[in-house]
Antibody, heavy 124, light 107 residues
Framework: QVQLLQSGAEVRKPGASVKVSCKASGDTFTSFGISWVRQAPGQGLEWMGWISAYNQNTHYAQKFQGRVTMTTDTSTSTAYMELRNLRSDDTAIYFC?????????????????WGQGTLVTVSS | DIQLTQSPSSLSASVGDRVTITCRASQSSDIYLNWYQQKQGKAPRLLIYAASNLQSGVPSRFSGSGAGTDFTLTITSLQPEDFAIYYCQQSYSPPYTFGQGTKLEIK
């Protein structure tokens, strides 16, 4: 059973950066991808991008291009998502989620295991 | 971007009822449409992938159908634990968008 354990809640001021971690266990880390999905308070789900733990290839949603960086550390089976130049509307719960199939192929980017979520609050 | 529109936005039903939630895509998603359940304060849970494939461990009262632009999630014989918010998500092309959600409430 795959488990994804995320880092704790963060509070940042506008303009700052935040880096959220997601530690995987229960499967070979380099055999799957990780996506990040966020959910603003009381709102729906928004896909931010994915990273291959195998070769560190990434694909970011255009909305976040230039502000987000996704990385992995295979030695600790941990994925990271850094979001820069934070605004108040970045206040949300950030989830990491496993993409079980090969990335970059039509139909494969869905999410079968999720982290518990990390609340990021942006407030002056 | 592919826009997904779910209907209804909210739904009241009773234990034992059969319910259907619809997801319409702004352009064809082939069969690459997935369904999730989210309970308050929890991460989403994958129910159905590629339109009609039941995720391991999900009860068989959940089923999905559709292709192209029109998809449905059906829950037969609602159980108390099924009252939640349901989201569709397309995995046809990035950005991998979600529907706005359907809140299923107890009548």
């Amino acid at each position: 059973q795959v488990q994804l354990l995320q880092s704790g809640a963060e509070v940042r001021k506008p303009g700052a950066s935040v880096k959220v971690s997601c530690k995987a266990s229960g499967d070979t880390f380099t055999s799957f991808g990780i996506s990040w999905v966020r959910q603003a308070p009381g709102q729906g789900l928004e896909w931010m991008g994915w990273i291959s733990a195998y070769n560190q290839n990434t694909h970011y949603a255009q909305k976040f291009q230039g502000r987000v960086t996704m990385t992995t550390d295979t030695s600790t089976s941990t994925a990271y998502m850094e979001l820069r130049n934070l605004r108040s509307d970045d206040t949300a719960i950030y989830f990491c989620a496993r993409v079980p199939g090969p990335l970059g192929i039509t139909g494969t980017v869905y999410f079968d295991f999720w982290g518990q979520g990390t609340l990021v609050t942006v407030s002056s | 971007d592919i826009q997904l529109t779910q209907s209804p936005s909210s739904l009241s039903a009773s234990v034992g009822d059969r319910v259907t939630i619809t997801c319409r895509a702004s352009q064809s998603s082939d069969i690459y449409l997935n369904w999730y359940q989210q309970k308050q304060g929890k991460a989403p849970r994958l129910l159905i992938y590629a339109a009609s494939n039941l995720q391991s461990g999900v009860p068989s009262r959940f089923s999905g159908s559709g292709a192209g632009t029109d998809f449905t999630l059906t829950i037969t014989s609602l159980q108390p634990e099924d009252f939640a918010i349901y989201y569709c998500q397309q995995s046809y092309s990035p950005p991998y968008t979600f529907g706005q959600g359907t809140k299923l409430e107890i009548k």
